[in-house]
């Protein structure tokens, strides 16, 4: 039986929709579920739900990273955190993957760190899924678990984003695109020109760039980029979508006839920030590393939490590591200029 | 009295909106305008408007850079552009500035290597205004004049920002930052830690890092990034702009009673994005350049056209480019390591 582990105490609101998602997860998806954090307040909210016969087990962690906590600093002091525990929980073998939904860079470093990288990747890359136009997802990737990345960093997260994009989506040969400022090979700065000419001779199905418009239009799968600028597009996403609710809302509560169209037009925006919102998605996986580690957003609910564990239990049963092991190592070597 | 030329072929619907525009400027803004193009199409447009006694006059060219053309081509082949003969009337004196909703890359290479660069200045920059939720307006540089900028550079964007600021919203110390993925010091990659250790030594109000979603809360006026991030903020916020829209659309005509709502959304979005779009604040200036151009956006309208002859007399007036070339040559040389 597959073994999740998940850091019941990471979200804003822990451990209330991390137990509540992991008994559903358990109920459903037929995974055993490791349940890590401070042992009082799990006994006392797993209480109040039935969950008799299901397989889900308390491991303590005496510390809690919050939100407020600086990355490396929760990373290098609070050894014995949920995330480390869950963390060594996979390292140790006695479980195949962890979810958090808590401070993403204490995680992400924890996950780096705790776990270490696959032999062949140079570095790990956060995938994050956005929904399209035409009701279909694209993968962004990296959202921001490196800066500075190098030609061959961007190669390597275009397999991996693409191998996750197969095994989540199940499209058998996901389109992939470079994210740049213009289409033709020619646009972009040094670091898209070079990864452009090694990822036309990789075996991936690269389509060429695509601009920022174009992340939401559905005419590619998987879009590669620095993870300064993946960090960037992804908190504009954010607040573009923030600031047009503002001013709708607004415009839209000016007039008594138009409260109608406002609570209308409210609900079709709660709809669209829950889909813009990852943990819908389940989370962002962190590839790359030996195991599977999956980041949901700080406020996951505990339908995110299941869909967490979900995308964790596909990316083992799918095999994940072993195919990016086997086709990063597959790459042809450039030849250097 | 002060004299714009105006490239009448360059937007999508030229020369209709740019000769209503000009009429519009003349009239209300005490400028000459030079009307740049095709001399029988722009007679035939003028002869549709009353402008007796306004001072508008034609000066022929005889090519046209459409939307299709590379920019490098049109560059170097069109020389006898509307853009190009534009910017000639720029560097020869006969006009103090030019505005063109043409074809932008081609736009702006005419602008750069037609006009040449201030002495002291290394680079250009394209500087775009964001609507901000609280009713102000960020303007936000590069976004796409250069790509692979050095922090030196990102000091100049700043600079020169906070000088076309302070022109045309009359804030006295704009606060000025650091597009980043973090608000510390030490985050981001190479090129900001070192533009924001330079940024603190110089004598603008400069606040820190902002993330991707602050572009819009109005916590800060000018924003500073490389071209490549700068040109991706700007499409991605039009691409969620338009995402949003239709799925909008989309909800909001799924019942009878909700098309009530989707009018007055329709209309609260219309606003929006119109204020996106920066035509509506008469088009980015690129700065930098001797001389002043401003370049709309292909899709700019009569209004957008007289707003854009209006920053560029704005700018003329406010000597920016004196400032420019005063406050870049004073700022602090760093000691290279």
Redesign the interface.
């Known amino acids: 039986m597959i073994t999740i582990a998940v850091d019941a105490m990471g979200g804003d609101n822990a451990p209330r929709p991390e137990v509540e998602g992991a008994i559903a997860a358990a109920r459903e998806l037929g995974v055993r579920i490791l349940l890590v954090g401070l042992s009082p307040e799990l006994k006392k909210e797993l209480a109040k739900h039935s969950h008799r016969g299901l397989p889900i087990e308390i491991v303590p962690a005496s510390e809690v990273i919050t939100m407020d906590d600086s990355p490396s600093q929760a990373f290098r002091k609070k050894k014995d955190s949920s995330a480390h525990v869950a963390a060594k929980l996979v390292r140790g073998g006695q479980a195949d993957a962890f979810i958090s939904a808590g401070n993403t860079g204490a995680v992400m470093a924890v996950a780096r760190f705790g776990l270490g990288l696959l032999p062949s990747v140079e570095r790990p890359a956060l995938a994050a899924p956005f929904p399209t ?1 035409v009701g279909g997802t694209a993968v962004l990737l990296d959202v ?1 678990a490196n ?2 990345s190098k030609p061959a960093h961007l190669v390597q997260f275009a397999v991996m984003g693409e191998i996750y994009y197969r095994a989540i989506f199940g499209t058998r040969r996901p389109k992939v695109a470079l ?4 289409e033709e090979e020619s646009k ?3 670091l ?1 020109r070079e990864a452009f000419a090694r990822l036309k001779l990789s075996p991936l199905n690269f389509t060429g760039n695509v ?7 559905g005419s590619v799968d998987v879009i590669v980029c ?4 993946g ?14 609710a ?3 809302k ?3 509560q000016s ?1 008594l ?2 409260q ?6 409210r ?3 709660k ?2 920030r829950k889909k813009i919102d990852y943990s819908e998605y389940g989370g962002a996986p962190l590839l790359g590393v030996k195991g599977v580690a999956i980041i949901g957003h700080g406020s996951s609910n505990a339908l995110a939490i299941r869909n967490a564990v979900r995308v964790a239990t596909e990316l083992v049963r799918g095999g994940v590591n072993e195919k990016i092991e086997q086709e990063i190592s597959a790459l042809p070597v450039p030849v250097e200029a």
């Open positions: 136009s921001g800066v500075d994210l740049s400022i213009g972009g700065n040094e898209t601009e920022g418009r174009d992340i939401f239009n620095d993870g300064f600028i960090n960037i597009a992804l908190k504009i996403s954010e607040g573009v979508a923030a600031h047009i503002g001013m709708l607004q415009a839209l007039t006839s138009s109608v169209g406002y609570v209308l037009s609900k079709a925006f709809s669209f």
